[in-house]
């Protein structure tokens, strides 16, 4: 099993940054890569970043790239997602998942195994 544990949302107005980390426990050993989700209210949950293991592959959404960046410290078992130039569309519950099957890295929710409990992140205009 893997727990995971979503930080640092809150209320940031347009084009502030934002950075929201996802620190794991348990058998660790086992995940493949991370990735970040969210979902607004009515729609339904988005893939918005990913990364690999050692930290050298990633993958974003096309809504973020360019404004978003997300980073893994290994020693420390959490990723984090560096929010800038944020707009009132990123308003959304920010979810980490864990992937333990194959290396690649995906874009699908149905992908990954282990979910943290989200942590909400509202932008204002």
């Known amino acids: 099993q893997v727990q995971l544990v979503e930080s640092g949302g809150g209320l940031v107005q347009a084009g502030g940054s934002l950075r929201v980390s996802c620190a794991a426990s348990?058998?660790?050993?086992?995940?493949?890569?991370m990735g970040w989700f969210r979902q607004a209210p009515g729609k339904e949950r988005d893939f918005v970043a990913a990364i690999s293991l050692s930290g050298g592959n990633t993958l974003y959404a096309d809504s973020v790239k360019g404004r978003f960046t997300i980073s893994r410290d290994n020693a420390k078992d959490t990723v984090y997602l560096q929010m800038n130039s944020l707009e009132p569309e990123d308003t959304a519950v920010y979810y980490c998942?864990?992937?333990?099957?194959?290396?690649?890295?995906?874009?699908?929710?149905?992908?990954?195994?282990?979910w943290g409990q989200g942590t909400q992140v509202t932008v204002s205009s």
């Open positions: 998942a864990a992937k333990t099957t194959s290396w690649g890295l995906s874009r699908s929710q149905y992908a990954y195994d282990y």
């Open positions: 348990g058998r660790t050993v086992i995940t493949t890569s």
